[in-house]
């Protein structure tokens, strides 16, 4: 792992996520932009003293030398750092898990879409909730056809964490955040406008035509976005609206997809996410379980308790973990992956999520509000 | 009453509605387009037979000349015929209840408007939804600054019922929605949004500034949309996202309003009516209960249950019957009305959703989708 | 109308409900213990003064000879007084609508349930409930076999107005419902566990075999229970839980109701009145809504708005009130009564319901706790 | 770990979540009671061979030895067998974590608890659902006095899964649970209502004084209770009511707690285990969610992911085992144990279930019904 060291949100929730089902254990790391810290925290979680390393660049030099060199390194630093380190790393030939987005420019994001596919090596994205079981059985019900084609998407992502100016008391994750130079071009679009983005097109499987977008900074003196409407068109004529905000007090994390086709609908909750609504036309309203046998095979791969037990967020990263873990291995044994190593977030899927942020500024900037098409969809 | 008759849905919630608390007697009406079909439907109410009229102009002249002439005509007709059936009432003296919206056209809406305020008339117009009691008590609190300033507003009313060609099954309810002669130029955006549209500015108190639409037309051969996407900008600078539908399978008429400002935010879903909810920044979550002490003055008068006892969309709507039979009654006696005959709904805010409606489809219809700024906000 | 006058609870609730569908108009009462201020207020009610009595003796004695006398009479007086007052009118030959519980002793239930029947006369009383029409779409499901042979009901009946000792703060409600002699021997269990006992043998059709009781007072220097515990064993083997509270805080008015069969299970919660939810055996978690196609004649007759536009408590009184109207019609015109005037809650309901709360009192009071049976079942 | 092997369901739940944090490893295991299964199922978990065992005995005999014996054996046998194996583990000096129930009978839980008591090990029984960090939050407020002195307690855990005769049908887990030889006495309340009850207790504080239950056998042919209902009375006055169900269709796994006290409410639903609802007397219903800064330190000791990051089951779990792992290395250390380290389920709270059951059974045989106390509460 790089990144993710003492204080860090995200990358204790990889470490908690990749141990959960025994796929993966952590054994080297640079975790921290001060070398020392970094290595007394890798020793602090049980690490080889020789492993803990003080940068990315020794972690490269270290584990290349080493038969039982890492198999893949998780990326947890600053957004502007995830293209050097991705970089380096699959140049040295490394597999890489890389925190969402996957990089802070679309130029980065293009040429590193292109490394990874060029040299083939493994780029997974952690797009969680994508790693919902109850969001494959949305995805698979809707490419079966239970809701017919689909019509309109309504998907929003609210939070209210930032609703005062907490970058300037002190708030570290605020802070990168809203500074433009660390985090891109997208303050609420960038952080997570495009976790919304990329779930709804994850479930429907539409491609995106264009979009027109209208940004607000609530917050005075804030640099970028904290709230984002979004009207989307698909490509097929679907249409779509996305809401996005850092400033939408009363949500905690407020993901919400709700897919309404010809003849059915489908509506997801992250907060209670072991549920997926469906209702038939002109029928009734129905909640699909979690667990139920009912369940797709996609889901169930995805599943470890019954009905009524609930899973959540690790366990949707965890399901992220297990799939990297399965399809890196499933390329090395030259086989198809099972399902939990299909339908993963990857390289294209990061470069989709920074074109699409880039667009939605582009729109928003203009004068003239055109509709607007990513450079990759 | 004009309009109504049998079969017709409103025409009968507004007998209910107005029944309910006794301030109004049904005692003459033209119920409908056919002269004997609607003296019948009359004299099947129990009317004085003499008051059964064949037609408006009928109505009128009959009711003229009585000493016990009726106090207000409810008008329930197709869209397109409020204006003229309204003009002559106005013209005759009559004070008019106008079901939504006020006209078909902006032309006659603008018309309309200037009558009403030169004749003095009452012309009251049924946006139900301002009559539930939790939506006084949103906006009463808003207005105290219980949330502080207004950021972003989501308002949206979707319904399911018209997710197949119904109106080519021989559904006459959804024939002439959908027909443009009958309906005006808005579909879904007319007959749905422009309640979602007055709800949001109803509660907030927000003038719009502009506003940028897309409408779709989901079901083949519908001439007027479905489904309608309004990106919302208002005075001051709070934004807005409004989402009307008529093919949101799953939706039975789902008013949802949710209003984030600086200090807090309000919710309230048309469905759980009895219900607000409130959460202070870096608050909890917290349940408002119509009927509860700690209510205001303009909820508790639109409250005739404890908490627990459920009221709902007659209520609402009686709460309308009521405020308009104080508010008459006020001007009669030359005083001030109680709560319950303030925050009416009158012939501006029908011209304000007409001219709102006019916008979105103008919008909509815009190549290069300007920002558009309606002719009465 | 005798009782229910000035600041009454429940006398106004008759009154709007009875008004709603216009089957029946207040054209005279006896509202008050105080002849003067009854007639005051039956005349602030617009009552002609000749029919606004001072007492039920002069009621019975007016209307008596009046050919347009009253239909029938409406008693919302407080418990103890209800025989006497029902007594003299069915004795005079007046139909009765009778507030539950029927009467403040076992032996006047009886009398009166026997001169009930031996008359002729109509006497229904208000569990308000059972004119629900998701109640009814229940019963029906039941009685079709939709969930096969009952085996488990759950119902429970909390409030939380009483947690403090509000009678003894001046709150005039609290004050009669705590004294034996006005309120009979039953605390929560007679004003509201009785309602909660109807409502499930109502539902499933069930007929009571025994009981046991653990009854409470929580509030210090109450003379009755506020809180009930009772098991139940109906005949034929199924099992209940019944739970009653007057001190239940966080509940306004939590009427619940869960039945379990051997193939499928139905719960209805009273403050979301307009669903019903079903679970097949094996299958998903349905919501019915009123008002769909799908329901049963029995809710159907019940339902005046379409799904998603609220319904609550008033329609659900007017329902009992459209109900009895029927009943007493069909009576008159010697036909069968439509669906609204069947399933009614009739004087043996009433006398159920006292015999029920003397068996929980004698169970609770019984220092071996046997099952014990109440006289009428 | 002894048992939990091939198609074991709680074997694996162990497995998952004593993985979480990192605090344990899984290195030894007898896991079936056929030797050469288990000893291939113990490989494919990736153990040494060393220490794939046949037998629990094996395990002592090898475990014995070692310098790095393991620390604790995970017992999940079926109930009959807890008490040998635990006995034979203790008394070779081994710490244990024991699946619920402690044992098949109550003379061996008496033995049992006896001998964790003399002999100092460690015995921790898995009551999973005091693993939530949001029934710590209920059971420090309640002890802080924020709900006053508790009134009733409403405890529920209603399952769906065993309505059909599935015991005939091949379901395993439903074939031992419902044969008293390898069970025990009590039917749903021996396996599900004990989880119930020491919910009840651990929320609340209480001790038991008597109870009296009904015990109901709805599947044909099967031999044990599959639905219990329960009237508790508390020491000290306050009363419970208590439904364990294995019937109840359209609950997968419905453990619900609300406890009313004499100045506020707590409700807990175990499908929505990040919330708490909290009602102040003559307040608002709040949500307290999971990971807030206002919960308590036991909370936060019990969460890994911020508000609005579901945390489920396997988190409360894992609790449970980070919490066994601090108590053991608080003994060894000779220290106070942290948070997570205190609260625990151990043997006394596994006698009292027992205890519990015994009691039940008791009362629903007994003719004339009186209230029993348990032999340990």
């Not at 893949?72 to 380096?88: D, M």
């Not at 850092?246 to 709700?258: C, D, F, H, P, T």
């Not at 977030?345 to 582009?362: M, Y």
């Amino acid at each position: 792992m790089v990144g993710g060291g003492e204080g860090a949100y995200i990358g204790n929730i990889h470490r908690l996520a990749s141990r959960l089902d025994g796929h993966w254990q952590l054994v080297a790391g640079a975790f921290d932009v001060d070398p020392d810290r970094g290595r007394a925290f890798a020793i602090g979680q049980g690490l080889d003293p020789a492993r803990s390393y003080g940068t990315c660049q020794e972690l490269i030099a270290g584990e290349s030398g080493r038969a039982d060199r890492v198999d893949a390194v998780a990326i947890c630093t600053p957004n502007f750092t995830h293209y050097p380190i991705a970089k380096a790393l699959i140049e040295a030939g490394f597999d890489v898990i890389c925190e969402k987005p996957l990089t802070a420019t679309l130029a980065d994001a293009v040429a590193l879409e292109r490394l990874a596919r060029e040299s083939g090596r493994f780029v997974g994205v952690t797009y969680t909730y994508c790693g919902y079981p109850m969001v494959h059985e949305a995805r698979v019900r809707i490419a079966r056809g239970e809701i017919g084609a689909v019509r309109t998407v309504q998907v929003e992502y609210p939070l209210e964490w930032m609703a005062a100016p907490i970058e300037r008391a002190g708030n570290a994750q605020a802070a990168w955040r809203t500074d433009p130079k660390k985090n891109g071009r997208g303050g609420s679009i960038g952080d997570i406008g495009t976790h919304a983005y990329h779930l709804a097109g994850f479930v429907t499987g539409l491609k995106l035509d264009s979009l027109t977008a209208d940004l607000a900074t609530f917050v005075n003196g804030r640099a970028l976005d904290d709230n984002a409407h979004v009207m989307l068109r698909y490509q097929g004529g679907a249409r779509g609206l996305l809401w996005s905000s850092q400033v939408a007090i009363g949500n905690s994390n407020g993901v919400r997809l709700r897919v309404f086709g010809e003849t059915g609908s489908l509506q997801w909750f992250q907060e209670q996410p072991n549920e997926l609504i469906f209702t038939p036309l002109d029928g009734r309203v129905q909640t699909l379980k979690r667990g139920a046998d009912e369940m797709s095979v996609d889901a169930k791969a995805r599943t470890r308790t019954p009905p009524g037990h609930p899973e959540g967020y690790l366990e949707a990263f965890a399901n992220l973990y297990a799939g990297f873990a399965e399809a890196i291995r499933a390329r090395r044994e030259n086989r198809v992956p099972g399902p939990i190593g299909q339908n993963l977030p990857l390289a294209h899927d990061g470069l989709k999520g920074v074109a699409f942020v880039e667009a939605v500024v582009d729109s928003a900037e203009a004068a003239d509000q055109p509709w607007i098409t990513p450079v990759a969809v």
